[in-house]
Every structure is written in structure tokens, then in C-alpha cells.
């Protein structure tokens, strides 16, 4: 089993790089790259805590992006986390993330939902912080019933306290993730709601750009989904990847490395790595 893609709480992921770690363990998973929302700071703890173990650990991260008014998430693996023009990037991604936190809850504020910030900001703990610690604040609140009910009527795109932000260009996601030595990958390409003309430009911008890499399988993605993506991939040349987004078991359908097979007809990111 191969993930190239999951999270920890150092985003907005349940467990610790040492617990995914344990729990990929025990699913067989010989290959696992964590992918943080705009952060690596996971990433060091999970390769020491590997150091003995029968697992080969990717360092990788997932950026936010806005690309001609969608948020686009594009995944950097086997990169730098200590390379400079990277984490310049990041820092400013942390300060996006702060200044859409507070005008997030202003919003809320409005439906009189208060101290969202604070309680957001504390369920994010060492994390950065994101949509899903506002998701919990609303359902820890019984303003929503569930966690999908909150982005459906606040935190998705064009709802009640959805806050467009000035992510990353594609050129400043894919160029930190190449000057970091890195290989970049369209995170989930069906899950933005595009368009197939605007698919293929966002396609066309990323190879544009230097990125390589389409995520055919990404959780518990439907087999005619999985078709259509490895289709993409041979018609546009680029290389699979695969991964489960685990979240933790509360928040993920699927477990780490879980995720169904790839496709036979496509090239995996990986075919050329080595270690
Ligand atoms: P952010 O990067 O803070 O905008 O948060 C994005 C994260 O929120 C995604 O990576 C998912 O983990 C989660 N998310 C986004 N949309 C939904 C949704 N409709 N239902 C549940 N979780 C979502
Ligand atoms: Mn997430
Ligand atoms: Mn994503
Ligand atoms: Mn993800």
C-alpha cells in the first residue's frame, strides 16, 4: 500500500505524525507521505519516528491555491521542508489563514455565533488553523447538527461566512515545490466542481507552471471517476498519484492506505524514485 496523501494535527488532521505513523503501520502501508494543509511542520517529527520502522516516509505538504476564483489544493512531494523559498511562501500562507480566521468569525458574529476565533484558535491547537476547527466550534456550539452541515451552510464556497482568500498563484505553489526540489500534484481534480473546458486549463497552467503529477485515486473516489482521471492523465502526459486524505476516523470514510488501487493504464509519481 501507497499513501501520498493524509493529515495531522498540525493541520486540520486528528492524530499526531507518530500516531498516523503507528496506524499505517498496522494497514501495511510501505510508502506514506503526510501532506499538511500550507505546513511541514509535521514532517521532521514523522520521518524521526520512522527511522526503524519498515516504512518509507515522502515529505510532502498540500498548498491552497486560488486559481481564477476557485481554491485549488496542489500537493508538493519529496521536497525540502527546510528549503527557504518554500517556507517564505508558507509564511505567508500562515498569515492568509489568520486573517481569514478573524474575518470568518466576524462573519459568524453576525449570526450571532461569538468568540468563534478564540474557540476556533484553540481546537487548532499547535495546527494551522482552517475551515474544519470553525466546522467543530458550530457543531460543539448546536448551531449545526454535523460537520458537512456546517460547510454546507457556512464555510463552503459562496455560503453564509465563506471568505474568498488571496491563496498562492499555481506559478508560487508549483514554483516553491520545484525550487524545494519537490514534484507538484493536483490534489482531488474532480472535488473543485470545474468544468471539463476548465479542468483542462487548470491542467494546462499547472504544466505550464512545471507541475507533473494528477491525484487519479484520492479517498474512496467512484471507479468511473478514477477512469476519467487516468484518462486525463495519459491524454495530458502526466504522472499518477494516490492517496486516502485521511483525516482521522471521525472525519475520513476510509482508512490510511486504504484507498482503492490505482488504474493499470497510468504512470505512478513514484515509477522513477529512488532512495
Ligand atoms: P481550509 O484549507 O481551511 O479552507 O479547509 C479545507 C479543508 O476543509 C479540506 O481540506 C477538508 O478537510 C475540509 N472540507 C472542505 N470542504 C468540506 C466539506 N464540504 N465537508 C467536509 N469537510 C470539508
Ligand atoms: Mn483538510
Ligand atoms: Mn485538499
Ligand atoms: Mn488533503
Request: with cysteine; charged share 20%.
Amino acid at each position: 500500500m501507497i499513501d501520498l496523501h493524509c493529515h495531522s494535527h498540525y493541520s486540520d488532521g486528528a492524530l499526531s505524525p507518530e500516531k498516523l505513523l503507528s496506524q499505517a503501520v498496522s494497514n501495511h502501508v510501505r510508502m506514506l507521505a503526510l501532506t499538511d494543509h500550507d505546513t511541514v511542520d509535521g514532517v521532521i517529527p514523522l520521518i524521526e519516528a520512522a527511522q526503524h520502522l519498515p516504512i518509507q516516509i515522502i515529505t510532502g505538504i498540500e498548498l491552497s491555491v486560488r486559481w481564477k476564483k476557485h481554491d485549488i489544493h496542489i500537493l508538493g512531494l519529496n521536497l525540502d521542508p527546510k528549503n527557504e523559498s518554500l517556507n517564505a511562501l508558507l509564511l505567508t500562507q500562515k498569515q492568509n489563514r489568520m486573517e481569514r480566521a478573524r474575518k470568518i468569525a466576524s462573519l459568524l458574529n453576525q449570526y450571532g455565533i461569538n468568540n468563534a476565533f478564540d474557540k476556533a484558535l484553540e481546537i487548532s491547537g499547535q495546527g494551522e488553523i482552517g475551515r474544519p476547527h470553525f466546522a467543530k466550534v458550530l457543531v460543539q456550539e448546536g448551531v449545526v447538527s454535523d460537520f458537512q452541515a456546517a460547510f454546507s451552510r457556512f464555510l463552503g464556497r459562496g455560503r453564509k461566512a465563506y471568505v474568498a482568500t488571496q491563496w498562492l498563484s499555481i506559478q508560487q505553489a508549483v514554483g516553491g515545490i520545484l525550487s524545494a526540489g519537490g514534484e507538484a500534484v493536483i490534489a482531488h481534480p474532480l472535488k473543485y466542481k470545474l468544468t471539463r473546458t476548465k479542468l483542462h486549463e487548470l491542467i494546462v497552467d499547472f504544466k505550464e507552471a512545471g507541475g507533473k503529477g494528477f491525484e487519479v485515486v484520492s479517498g474512496d473516489t467512484h471507479v468511473l471517476q478514477r477512469n476519467t482521471l487516468s484518462g486525463l492523465c495519459e491524454r495530458f502526459n502526466l504522472l499518477a498519484s494516490t492517496g486516502s486524505d485521511y483525516h482521522g476516523d471521525n472525519l475520513s470514510r476510509i482508512r490510511l492506505g486504504q484507498q482503492p488501487q490505482l488504474p493499470l493504464n497510468c504512470t505512478p509519481i513514484w515509477h522513477q524514485w529512488t532512495f
